[in-house]
């Protein structure tokens, strides 16, 4: 074997056990969930067990110039932790113990690694509620989510996980150990540093620690509301009407394509003939949760909904709520799916799904929409009937297409997965150069090498 002397100063930095060189077995860190990119091979892999182990390993890649890659679970839906060629990977995902929870300041202090559902059952077992809910929340790391802003299904109510950090320890991209935020519930103490962090996809260091801020636990869920609406601009016209009167705990859209997926794998009896479906749940404490399911029922009756169905039974809610979180793995049953994630207001949300099923329609590709309709969050998931190039470029206009809509609507070309590998020829539509300019100064700035996560968000030191 050719000695590397990079790997072998690495040995000595953070112990041989936790350095993996076997292209076997480095080759489960190529690659997240998104199935349009596939990672590079990279030069080395570690699996560190401590904030000392990752510092020591990061001044080494700044000394050797090796470009370095932060992973947590691999959950990911944009290609942001799939490596580049050459690259040392750093995967957090042994860091998993929860350190501690403090319930009079209501922060919990976690490792990267910890899974969200993790964190959510311990906190709950305090009485506490973590809040943050991604459809991936049994799967995927605290490290991850804080590193994409990740959002979910209760973030209609309680925000997205941005709303729930509080300090963070980080790994620089230099090599130093640095403690950004603050554990006080206010501070207006100069630049929002631990803020800057989050969503930045591992280009601004490797996240070591994060204390998050908990809430006490809502009311239960007091029950489940599904509206179908046989065209889409009247669940739109509900979906308006439910964000400017209420504050539902959920509310999710699914469209016919993806209703009709999840029937055929899990036989849920939705209505299929709709055009559209929302998912309404209310955990207002005292009784007033089934007032305001009440509320959101006449709405979506006087918006023009044929059939509305409510629930009290929980375990018919969790086998709603699961179905919809696997809609995506429901759809990609149908065929080879791409996923899109665009954000656009809410007021506009019943136009940007009529505006993707034209966009559909013009490019003669199936499209199952779904997403967080309380908060504008769509998915639109491309079913290609194969892998054939042509085909492939005709997914790729459809995309870019429902993109561009989104943005002319005021939105966003990420509401929540990050731009990663699949997103980064967007950021100027939406930014313009300026602000990508302020961008990549910062990222300059804090990663004078350029060599966190190099090829992603802000991935070119010379883009116009
Ligand atoms: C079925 C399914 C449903 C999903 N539903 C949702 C959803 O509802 N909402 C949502 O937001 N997402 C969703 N996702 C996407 C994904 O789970 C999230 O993006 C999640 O936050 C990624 O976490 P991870 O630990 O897997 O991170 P990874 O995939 O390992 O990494 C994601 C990004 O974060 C960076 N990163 C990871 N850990 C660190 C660290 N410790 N320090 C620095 N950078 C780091 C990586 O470099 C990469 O850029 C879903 C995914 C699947 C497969």
Sequence with gaps: MNSDIFVDRLRDAVG????????????????????????????????????????????????????????????????????ISGSLVINVAKMDRILDIDPVNLLATVEPGVINKTLKDAVAKEGFFYPPDPGSYTFCSIGGNVSTNAGGLCCVKYGVTADYVSELEIVSPTGEIMTLGRRTKKSSAGYRLAQLFVGSEGTLGVLTKATMRLRHAPAPVAGTVVASFSILEE????????????????????????????????????????????????????????????????????????????????????????????????????????LDDVGVPVSRIGEMISEIAKIAKKWQITVGTFGHGGDGNLHPTLVLPSRDQEVIEIADRCFADIVAAALSMGGTISGEHGIGLIKRDFMKDQYGTEEIEWMRRIKAALDPKWLFNPNKVVFDRLMP
């Design 16 to 83: 041989s056990e936790r350095v993996i060189v076997d292209p076997d077995i480095m080759n489960s860190y190529r690659a997240d969930r998104t199935t349009t990119v596939q990672g590079e091979m990279p030069r080395v892999v570690i699996t560190p067990s401590s904030t000392a182990q990752i510092a020591r390993a990061v001044k080494l890649a700044n000394e050797f110039e090796v470009p370095v890659i932060p992973q947590g679970a691999l959950s990911g839906l944009a290609g942001g932790a799939d490596p």
């Design 235 to 338: 669940m739109g016209d509900a979906l308006r009407e439910i964000a400017s009167k209420l504050s539902p705990s959920l509310l999710e859209v699914m469209d016919q394509e993806t209703v009709r997926a999840i029937n055929a794998w899990k036989n849920l009896g939705i209505d299929e003939e709709a055009e559209a479906v929302i998912v309404a749940q209310s955990d207002v404490k005292g009784g007033e949760g089934a007032e305001e399911l009440k509320l959101i029922e006449a709405i979506c009756a006087q918006s023009g909904s044929g059939e509305i169905y409510r629930t009290e039974d929980p375990d018919e809610a969790d086998a709603l709520l699961e179905a919809r979180r696997l809609a995506l793995t429901a759809l990609e049953r149908l065929g080879p799916a791409i």
